[in-house]
């Protein structure tokens, strides 16, 4: 038996007190998610602000040149025309040819909007904003470079096969801001043996967090009720004299309960078996409880995948509703025959 190791990743720079005894290597952790939060708010004066390009030579957003020269400032970020203006051009049609060939909005009516009169303060102002955002993808690229090293540190938690088997493509439709390195799900399936990346609503950045704080050793848990007790998305039922006087989810700080229901906010119009699930329950319960039992839902399917080492499975919402459909007719004949009924199929219409 390995003995646990921690789980490197963005969740960690906010790691809870009570799993440091489980992590107690990142007890304190690289300011990671702070750095992506705070790099989010430098954009706002230059929107996309893009790579280290002269104005003078557009090419697509995100291409980098390896040979800058040294006297030229070097912009990393998202928007060419951005570091064109800081550069000194102002030629409203030179730096609308520098937009993304993915931009909406055409070149003429970009170099409509650029036309005007450059104040220093804001040009002052997008000059900092381009540095700051720079400086902090830096930053972010630092710590994924130190998440992939401490992900090659630590050994797999099952007998791992001298080559693993090659996973499935990414789930269709599936996108995730501020997402870890490619690596990360190759990394997060040799460690613990299952894909929980294949599990709809769940992304490599949220399974990060949930193996960040409960780890890969479900032993801790008996059984699935206790793991999602401690999740906080079991019910909690006051009762006296033995009748339930409320019932609800109690209040809590556990950053693996909230990963899940983020998976669950993020599957509820889709055509997946939870999708299905959370509208049923919607239906009947409200959006607020339909979202935590459906995190429930998801949580006892992790704990399953985790603890017996099960690939997981979709059988989409057709075959949930199907299965649902069956248990509903099962539930009434059970209780047509305690009542001393039998239930028979009505017949098909015959066309006349």
């Not at 090659?166 to 399936?189: C, I, M, Q, W, Y």
Request: include cysteine; aromatic fraction near 6%; hydrophobic fraction near 40%.
């Amino acid at each position: 038996m390995v003995a646990e190791a921690p789980l490197p990743g963005v969740a960690l720079c906010l790691l809870s007190p009570r799993c440091r005894d489980v992590f107690p290597a990142h007890a304190a952790a690289p300011p990671c998610a702070t750095d992506s939060a705070s790099r989010t708010a430098h954009p706002a004066h230059a929107e996309g602000v893009a790579a280290d390009e002269h104005p003078a030579a557009p090419r697509p957003l995100g291409h980098h040149r390896r040979d800058r020269p040294p006297d030229r400032p070097r912009y990393t970020c998202t928007c060419a025309a951005s570091a064109g203006v800081v550069g000194g051009e102002r030629d409203p049609l030179t730096l609308a040819r520098l937009r993304h060939p993915s931009c909406k909005s055409t070149e003429e009516t970009i170099a409509k909007a650029l036309t005007g009169n450059w104040q220093k303060e804001h040009l002052f102002v997008l000059r900092q904003s381009l540095e700051l955002f720079d400086f902090y993808t830096a930053q972010i690229e630092a710590c994924n470079a130190e998440i992939e090293r401490c992900f090659a540190a630590i050994p797999p938690r099952w007998d791992a096969p001298a080559e693993l088997p090659e996973l499935p493509p990414v789930k269709r439709g599936s996108k995730t801001k501020n997402k870890p390195a490619d690596s990360t799900r190759a990394e997060l399936f040799r460690i613990t043996g299952v894909d929980l990346v294949a599990v709809d609503g769940i992304s490599a950045s949220l399974a990060q967090t949930i193996l960040s704080e409960v780890g890969t050793d479900m032993s801790r848990f008996p059984t699935e009720k206790h793991f999602c007790s401690w999740l906080g998305l079991a019910p909690h039922n006051d009762i006296s004299g033995g009748k339930v006087l409320r019932s609800r989810t109690l209040k809590t700080d556990n950053r693996a309960g909230q990963a899940f229901r983020q998976a669950a906010a993020s599957v509820t119009r889709s055509r997946s078996a939870f999708g299905a699930f959370y509208r049923r329950k919607k239906a009947h319960l409200g959006p607020a409880q339909a979202l935590v039992a459906t995190a429930h839902k998801i949580a006892r399917t992790v704990y399953f995948m985790l603890k017996h080492k099960v690939a997981y499975h979709d059988i989409g919402a057709q075959g949930y509703e199907a299965a649902q459909r069956e248990r509903e007719l099962a539930a009434l004949q059970r209780k047509a025959a305690k009542l001393g009924f039998e239930l028979t199929p009505k017949a098909a219409p015959t066309e006349s």
